[in-house]
């Protein structure tokens, strides 16, 4: 065979991907499955939303759109950046995308040259370092270790940062983590990026799933000069139950977004346009708000209860996460031991016993860069979560 390219030869398929694959071909073969795997929430998308897109079709929104998106739904992004963070944006610095990841994408392949170092914290989204690799730049990954609720110690971020780092990537509330930076945090983040010159890219998608009262503070909120380097990512997905639509955003500066711009337009033209028009309803309905603190209500009582009965089974423990929609257990105690006389070697070998004993699809933690750890997403019904922990119950009794 003809050589292929040696920079995506080197990018991995994604193993969350992979195994919910394998519990939907269960399903589809009339098993009882229970997914505690998907990243998306359960919700049905609001119905004004869906409203929205219908009249949207009725009136002929089906055409080409500029490839950076309508002026409507980049106009409801600059006052939705406004109202909830106080920043200023024109419309010149926004570009609408398909879906977050496909903003992500365009952001690392704009600002990065070969050999450019992207600072990543570790557990992390499994796209995070093939997006930063797309873009031809190497992930450089600090810990976000359980003892530091699972985020980065400022102290080793610091010591990360190299003569070739270009940026720092932030996703706070966290994907797979659940962890939220505080205000300190955020602003020693931000220091460090204007004291080494660094582009800050910060991923928010989940930023309105947080719990207990805590605060999303968006990073380019802390001074002008934070917000001259910053790339901010959000989009639809996850607030709204907007999956499949795929519309996401970013919000930066100029020059930026400009690129970003010309490579979208080569690349996929403007995202789907009726799917822009039901997203300036998501962002600008009377509505929204009471419709999405629904949802997060509904959010927090799973997880107090999911993170309650996981800490009462023997080998099992877990932080109580303060956002998006995931508890990272620790399987370490379990590690070596055994299920019905199979070993337990790592996360992938009690993914797929209990998905094969059963029949709860879990994540493994090493599609994160965490082999003892087990992602579980609470983005799914309370029935199914009281059903599923019981299970998880009997299998980890089972485990010598
Ligand atoms: C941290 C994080 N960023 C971005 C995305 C992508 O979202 P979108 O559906 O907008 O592409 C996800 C989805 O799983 C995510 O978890």
Redesign the pocket.
């Known amino acids: 065979m003809m050589e292929l390219s040696r920079k995506h030869l080197s990018i991995s398929k994604s193993l969350t991907l992979a195994i919910s694959a394998k519990a939907k071909e269960m399903k589809a073969d009339g098993l009882d499955v229970i997914g505690f795997g998907v ?1 998306e929430p359960d919700f049905p998308t609001p119905s004004f939303i869906i409203a929205a897109a219908k009249e949207a079709l009725d009136s002929g929104k089906t055409r080409y759109t500029a490839a950076a998106g309508i002026k409507e739904l980049r106009e409801a992004v600059c006052r939705k950046l406004k109202s909830d963070h106080g920043l200023d944006y024109r419309q010149e610095e926004i570009i609408i995308s398909n ?4 903003s ?1 994408y365009n952001a690392f392949q704009a600002i990065l040259n070969p050999g450019d170092q992207v600072i990543i914290q570790s557990p992390y ?1 499994v796209s995070y370092p093939e997006l930063v690799k797309m873009g031809g730049g190497k992930p450089v990954f600090v810990e976000a270790s359980e003892q530091n609720d699972l985020k980065m110690k400022m102290a080793d971020l610091e010591k990360a940062i190299t003569a070739s780092t270009k940026a720092i990537l932030i ?1 706070s509330p966290s ?1 797979p983590n659940g962890s939220v930076y505080n205000r300190a945090e955020l602003e020693r983040i931000a220091e460090l990026a204007v004291e080494h010159d660094l582009y800050l890219v910060s ?1 928010e ?1 989940y930023e309105k799933l947080v719990y207990d009262g805590l605060e999303h503070i968006s990073l380019a909120s802390l001074g002008k000069e934070v917000q001259d380097r910053t790339i901010l990512v959000n ?1 639809v ?1 996850k607030t709204f139950a907007m ?1 499949g639509w795929r519309i ?1 955003y970013a919000a930066g500066p100029e020059a930026v977004i400009s690129v970003m711009s010309n490579l979208q337009s080569h690349a996929t033209s403007n995202p789907n346009s009726i799917a822009q028009y039901a997203s300036v309803a998501a962002l600008t309905h009377p509505a929204s708000d009471e419709t999405v603190a629904k949802m997060v209500e509904q959010f927090a009582k799973r997880r107090d209860y999911m993170v309650e009965q996981l800490n009462l089974m023997a080998g099992l423990s877990c932080l109580k996460p303060g956002g998006a929609f995931y508890v990272m257990l620790n399987i370490q105690d379990l590690l070596a031991k055994k299920y019905q006389g199979q070993r337990i070697d790592g996360s992938i070998d009690f993914a797929n016993l209990l998905l094969k004993a059963e029949k709860v699809a879990v994540v493994p933690g090493i599609a994160f860069g965490a082999d003892h750890l087990i992602r579980l997403s609470y983005a799914t019904s309370m029935d199914n979560i009281e059903k599923g922990l019981k299970r998880i119950e009997s299998f980890v009794k089972e485990i010598v």
């Not at 879906?99 to 496909?102: D, L, P, R, S, V």
Request: cysteine-free; glycine content about 26%.
């Open positions: 990243g879906g977050a990841k496909h992500l989204w996703n994907n991923d998608v989009g997905s999956t996401g």
